[in-house]
């Protein structure tokens, strides 16, 4: 019912950037949540950044000052803009949207997940 497609994981240096975006497709009624968690692993996915539909953004603590998360509302997309990465940002990025289908219910999606690995 929607489909997301990631891009922009990769390799980086610390200190440098990368940025991540996410696009949503399929018959869309409602976008609500779109976000951003990562897992590294052994342990629980968390969330890094989300940003409602009415603009309203919420970070980590951990990568507050660093990343930064929009939405193109248009064409369903979610971009992470990752500033002065660090070693610790090294994980797997999952790109989640909340949203409404044509003919269903609020759901949760997640996307299959882009790798991010950061040297030191």
């Known amino acids: 019912q929607v489909q997301l497609v990631e891009s922009g994981g990769g390799l980086a240096q610390a200190g440098g950037r990368l940025t991540l975006s996410c696009s949503a497709s399929g018959r869309i009624i409602i976008m609500h949540r779109m976000g951003w968690y990562r897992q590294v692993p052994g342990k629980q996915r968390v969330l890094v950044a989300d940003i409602e539909s009415d603009g309203r953004t919420t970070y980590a603590d951990f990568v507050k000052g660093r990343f930064t998360i929009s939405r193109d509302a248009a064409k369903n997309t979610v971009t992470l803009q990752m500033n002065s990465l660090e070693p610790e940002d090294t994980a797997v990025y999952y790109c989640?949207?909340?949203?409404?289908?044509?003919?269903?219910?609020?759901?949760?999606?997640w996307g299959q997940g882009t790798q991010v690995t950061v040297s030191s």
């Open positions: 989640n949207v909340v949203a409404v289908p044509l003919g269903s219910k609020e759901y949760d999606y």
